[in-house]
């Protein structure tokens, strides 16, 4: 069972920054994939970015050049650098593990932009 927690959410105004964080339970990165995904309120979930197991990376078009996903392997944390935030970034944002087998959400955390 893998267990991953969100933090570092929060109100932010519209140009800021934030940076997510993902605790996972262990030495997970050789064998899952991680991802972010977000939910504005009232819409679907949608994916944001993923760091594949060989660290290579892909984010959604709304995000290229705004956002970063890194991993730090020996803290067991994955990354969610947020900059030029825009109020249509407003969303619960969740981390996922995932491999061909299985997947594990975190809980969110919430991000809101305004002004």
């Known amino acids: 069972q893998v267990q991953l927690v969100e933090s570092g959410g929060g109100l932010v105004q519209p140009g800021g920054s934030l940076r997510l964080s993902c605790a996972t339970s262990?030495?997970?990165?050789?064998?899952?994939?991680m991802a972010w995904h977000r939910q504005p309120p009232g819409k679907q979930r949608e994916l944001v970015a993923r760091?594949?197991?060989?660290?290579?990376?892909n984010y959604a078009e709304f995000v290229k050049g705004r956002f970063t996903v890194s991993r730090d392997i020996p803290k067991n944390v994955v990354y969610l650098q947020m900059n030029n935030l825009k109020p249509e970034d407003t969303a619960a944002y969740y981390c996922?593990?995932?491999?061909?087998?299985?997947?594990?959400w975190g809980q969110g955390t919430r991000v809101t932009v305004s002004s």
């Open positions: 996922l593990a995932y491999n061909s087998w299985f997947q594990f």
């Open positions: 262990g030495n997970i990165f050789g064998a899952y994939s």
């Open positions: 760091m594949y197991i060989n660290g290579s990376t």
